[in-house]
């Protein structure tokens, strides 16, 4: 995988712009006292070229990201810049060739899919460097004074001038200092820039006359507006963390499976607005992704659970080579891996899942009540999901301890979850009730989860305490922890009635008037 490095800068401009054919350092006030900045050191001139790549409906700069290929200045080569909050952003970086590197296209294929890159804009910038030194003559920051010429690649090209100031922290530097820093600049007639990339002003400065801008969506009104906006807004995290998955992010692979979870839940549960018929087809689809991002996620949250249940015996209560067995069980049960993963993200059905939430969206197949009023419809559906989970949680707990019992509670886990996610795009329209609702059947589903896990790990132990026995290897610590699992389960059961009693009103809160 390419270098990444992750970025915090902020853009300023002159109120009045100057002159922008060259820098002008004239533009850059004294930094010198902002902060802990001792001293402003001049490190001189450079020149850049680069060149910006997008698909033809410009998909890349659509959702803030910018991959370009730039010469010139200390770090020539591919960049891909992905956004990560207000003023962060990660940048990947690999060697300068032709075409564009593999490692960078998988980072952006969720988007460009089977679409072809092509230059876009091309940007050559007259950089002024100063770097900001504290008193130890360690670099705080570096401010660059910009004059950028853009070029448009595509249609009919225009092209621009302008002149900005780029202020990046260093690594590991204090994000105060860039408050500090901007005081300084304000005071001196500049402005935060309001495009957040030059690219993003590149091709704002540079489209054809005519052309009409990109816009946001309208407010939703209808019970539909509200289902289409919070598929939008799930079909956006499903592809925004797919760079993550692949540079192997810390949690991202559990968000975006339980984004898949989303999707589906919204699709089966909003049947009244959504046609079915249409939308199984494709909620199948989200299953069986979820389900590949999930093969080795279940598995190693059974092997740390056992790991540290392990770790927190006595000394006396281990007999037996019990973690040498678990870390063999760990390795030889391990269904998927990681290259197994990027070759479904890489592969022909995922991204035709992607194209298909695309069409959807486009040309949702809305039923009569998509029309009507959302605190109606909407509220309708939660209390649908709310009577579902009601009704199979005292069912389980009307059964004797035991598997059935520990199935029923397994499926009211399932339906915890619709019910939660169900709420919770109903939040929007319908507010705090909704957000009520969300929350308890979140409190539920996670105490019934702690009871699977605890089901799942009793199963595991029996497994292990077997191959034990077959090796004449001792099982006395397979039977103690087996016996702490069984005595948090009961506990956990015992406080499933109060918490089912708590739930129970969450659905008539919603119901009007």
């Known amino acids: 995988m390419a270098a990444t490095k992750r970025e915090i800068e902020r853009k300023y401009e002159p109120e009045k712009p100057n002159e922008p054919d060259r820098?002008?350092?004239?533009?850059?006030?004294?930094l010198t006292g902002a902060g802990p900045v001792a001293a402003v050191v001049a490190e001189g001139v450079a020149v850049l070229d680069a060149v910006y790549y997008d698909t033809p409906d410009e998909r890349l700069s659509g959702a803030g990201l910018t991959l370009r290929r730039r010469t010139g200045g200390t770090d020539a080569g591919w960049h891909l810049k992905l956004p990560v909050a207000p003023d962060v952003r990660d940048e990947i970086q690999a060697p300068l060739s032709d075409t564009v590197p593999p490692d960078l296209?998988?980072?952006?294929?969720?988007?460009?899919?089977?679409?072809?890159?092509?230059?876009?804009?091309?940007?050559?910038?007259?950089?002024?460097?100063?770097?900001?030194?504290?008193?130890?003559?360690?670099?705080?920051?570096?401010?660059?004074?910009?004059?950028?010429?853009?070029?448009?690649?595509?249609?009919?090209?225009?092209?621009?001038?302008?002149?900005?100031?780029?202020?990046?922290l260093a690594d590991g530097g204090d994000p105060a200092l860039l408050d500090k820093v901007e005081k300084r600049l304000r005071k001196a007639g500049l402005r935060r820039s309001a495009a957040p990339s030059k690219l993003s002003r590149a091709l704002a400065e540079t489209a054809p006359p005519g052309r009409p801008r990109a816009g946001g969506e309208p407010a939703p009104v209808t019970a539909g507006d509200h289902v289409l906006a919070h598929l939008r807004a799930q079909r956006d995290a499903l592809v925004a963390l797919d760079p993550a998955v692949r540079r192997d992010a810390e949690d991202s692979v559990h968000r975006m499976r339980v984004t898949t979870r989303r999707l589906r839940g919204a699709l089966r549960s909003y049947g009244k607005v959504l046609d079915r018929t249409v939308t199984d087809p494709l909620g199948a689809e989200l299953k069986w992704l979820g389900g590949e991002l999930g093969l080795d996620r279940d598995q190693e949250v059974l092997t740390e659970r056992l790991t540290a249940d392990l770790d927190a015996l006595p000394a006396e209560l281990v007999t037996g080579p019990v973690r040498a067995r678990l870390r063999t069980w760990s390795r030889e049960r391990r269904t998927g891996s990681r290259r197994r993963l990027l070759a479904v993200l890489d592969g022909h059905r995922y991204l035709r899942l992607l194209d298909a939430l695309d069409a959807l969206l486009a040309d949702p197949?809305?039923?009569p009540a998509a029309a009507g009023d959302p605190a109606e419809v909407l509220a309708r559906a939660v209390?649908?999901?709310?009577?579902?989970?009601?009704?199979?949680?005292?069912?389980?707990?009307?059964?004797?301890?035991?598997?059935?019992?520990?199935?029923?509670?397994?499926?009211?886990?399932?339906?915890?979850?619709?019910?939660?996610?169900?709420?919770?795009?109903?939040?929007?329209?319908?507010?705090?009730?909704?957000?009520?609702?969300?929350?308890?059947?979140?409190?539920?589903?996670?105490?019934?989860?702690?009871?699977?896990d605890s089901v799942m790990t009793r199963e595991t132990l029996r497994e292990l305490a077997g191959q034990a026995h077959k090796a004449r290897e001792s099982s006395f610590t397979y039977g103690v922890l087996y016996g702490r699992e069984e005595r948090r389960a009961a506990d956990l059961e015992a406080e499933l009635p109060g918490v089912w009693a708590d739930l129970r009103p969450c659905g008539t809160v919603l119901r009007p008037g």
């Open 383 to 452: 209390r649908k999901d709310f009577a579902k989970l009601s009704t199979g949680l005292g069912q389980a707990l009307a059964l004797p301890p035991g598997t059935d019992r520990d199935l029923a509670l397994h499926q009211a886990r399932k339906q915890a979850k619709r019910t939660r996610y169900v709420a919770e795009a109903a939040a929007p329209a319908l507010g705090d009730p909704a957000t009520g609702a969300a929350r308890a059947a979140r409190t539920l589903q996670s105490l019934l989860g702690d009871h699977q």
């Open 23 to 30: 820098p002008d350092a004239g533009l850059l006030p004294d």
């Open 365 to 367: 197949p809305l039923r």
């Open 105 to 168: 296209a998988g980072l952006v294929r969720s988007r460009v899919r089977d679409r072809e890159l092509r230059p876009l804009v091309r940007l050559r910038s007259e950089r002024t460097v100063s770097h900001l030194l504290d008193a130890g003559g360690t670099l705080l920051a570096e401010v660059s004074v910009d004059a950028v010429r853009a070029e448009r690649l595509t249609g009919v090209g225009g092209t621009a001038r302008w002149t900005e100031i780029e202020v990046e």
